[in-house]
């Protein structure tokens, strides 16, 4: 290892040698190998320098050899990442042990808190920007399944908006791990970003790095339409944020992504409300009439975007935080950041 980049909250981004390669950039997660130190050698995985992957485009740190991590010795039941040789064990807030058994034991019931769903990860700081540039102050909670990265410590939005008071914890739940609180399922994750986190809003959206393969069922963001079931199941009031493009390359991603109409569309069974984004000109209406296939299933719910480009933009400056999907930035593909941000937009007005 040569020396530190840069860190925050569960990483540290390090440069490293590796042979004949020249420097490049690695990721160690100090809870799980502890933290490297300039000098020492590192155990790399480099599957995703090999592969070019872009968000996680880094020679992942799987062991400091000479110098290993000190035992865990917290409390905590629950296995995550299992049978894997980087499995934690962590305590999960609906496990036995913990002080919040007694309350999730038998709960049930979100209470009508609503819960906004999206297909990425970058979704989330554009739903927080619509949502606290009309209702500020808002209580957010993130619960983070395991479609894309496992630990949320891979995340630096989630560091840069809690650095910034615009989320107030994130609960990761099945196989990811790192959050504020630990669950076994999204129910569980649910019910606890309501009853023991105090959750007024409640977000739901796969870490970085989700998965497709350019079939019709083949990409981890399925696990949206399955938020939308279980928040309807818990009395919560599922708000659908579709996926909208008008930058990417690939035709089924142009207006709304055929991930949006395949999650909200076939595998949401239970009724959600979507956010519809008055886009306005011909691509606004390509958006509108895609939506409108949504409409049997669900209540449609039009939004206007007046003023989301300028919170977005004052969101991205306040916060720190980098506005980015697949590679494109906030004018490089708006429609996007607008149509999550008109999630958000609509949630405050249910709050009022």
């Known amino acids: 290892m040569q020396d530190v980049r840069r860190e925050w909250p569960g990483a540290v981004e390090l440069t490293v040698l590796i042979d004949d390669d020249g420097p490049r950039r690695a990721l160690a997660y100090p809870a799980l190998v502890g933290r490297p130190?300039?000098?020492?050698?590192v155990l790399l995985n480099t599957?995703?320098?090999?592969?070019?992957?872009?968000?996680?485009?880094?020679a992942m740190v799987v062991a400091v050899p000479d110098r290993l991590p000190p035992d865990p010795a917290g409390p905590g039941h629950l296995v995550k990442a299992r049978y894997t040789p980087l499995q934690a064990t962590v305590l999960g807030a609906d496990e036995q042990d913990s002080p919040h058994h007694g309350l999730l034991r038998e709960a049930d019931s979100l209470y009508g808190a609503p819960?906004?769903?999206?297909?990425?990860?970058?979704?989330?700081?554009?739903?927080?920007?619509?949502?606290?540039?009309?209702?500020?102050?808002?209580?957010?909670?993130?619960?983070?399944?395991?479609?894309?990265?496992?630990?949320?410590?891979?995340?630096?939005?989630?560091?840069?908006?809690?650095?910034?008071?615009?989320?107030a914890a994130t609960v990761t739940v099945g196989?990811?791990?790192?959050?504020?609180?630990?669950?076994?399922?999204?129910?569980?994750?649910?019910?606890?970003?309501?009853?023991?986190?105090?959750?007024?809003?409640?977000?739901v959206a796969q870490g970085p790095?989700?998965?497709?393969?350019?079939?019709?069922?083949?990409?981890?963001?399925?696990?949206?339409?399955?938020?939308?079931?279980?928040?309807?199941?818990?009395?919560?009031?599922?708000?659908?944020?579709?996926r909208v493009s008008e930058g990417d390359a690939r035709e089924?991603?142009?207006?709304?992504?055929?991930?949006?109409?395949?999650?909200?569309?076939?595998?949401?069974?239970?009724?959600?409300?979507?956010?519809?984004?008055?886009?306005?000109?011909?691509?606004?209406?390509r958006v509108a009439a895609a939506a409108a296939s949504l409409g049997d299933r669900h209540e449609l719910v039009p939004v206007g975007v007046e003023g989301l480009r300028d919170a977005l933009a004052s969101a991205e400056k306040d916060w720190g935080v980098r506005l980015s999907t697949m590679g494109r930035r906030l004018d490089e593909d708006l429609a996007y950041f607008l149509t999550a941000a008109a999630a958000g937009r609509h949630t405050a007005a249910l709050l009022a």
């Open 252 to 285: 089924r991603h142009l207006g709304v992504s055929h991930h949006s109409l395949t999650a909200y569309g076939r595998v949401a069974l239970a009724r959600a409300q979507i956010a519809v984004p008055e886009l306005g000109g011909p691509f606004g209406q």
């Open 115 to 167: 819960v906004i769903v999206a297909d990425l990860h970058s979704a989330l700081p554009p739903i927080l920007a619509g949502l606290l540039a009309e209702r500020p102050g808002t209580r957010v909670v993130y619960v983070m399944p395991d479609g894309g990265a496992l630990p949320a410590w891979f995340s630096m939005s989630i560091a840069q908006l809690r650095a910034a008071g615009a989320l």
């Open 37 to 41: 130190e300039p000098g020492d050698t």
């Open 209 to 242: 790095g989700n998965l497709g393969t350019g079939t019709k069922w083949g990409f981890s963001g399925v696990s949206a339409g399955e938020a939308i079931n279980a928040a309807a199941v818990l009395d919560g009031r599922p708000v659908g944020c579709l």
């Open 175 to 203: 196989q990811a791990f790192g959050g504020d609180l630990e669950a076994v399922t999204v129910h569980t994750g649910l019910l606890a970003a309501r009853l023991v986190l105090d959750a007024e809003v409640i977000v």
């Open 47 to 58: 599957t995703a320098l090999a592969m070019g992957l872009g968000t996680g485009g880094y």
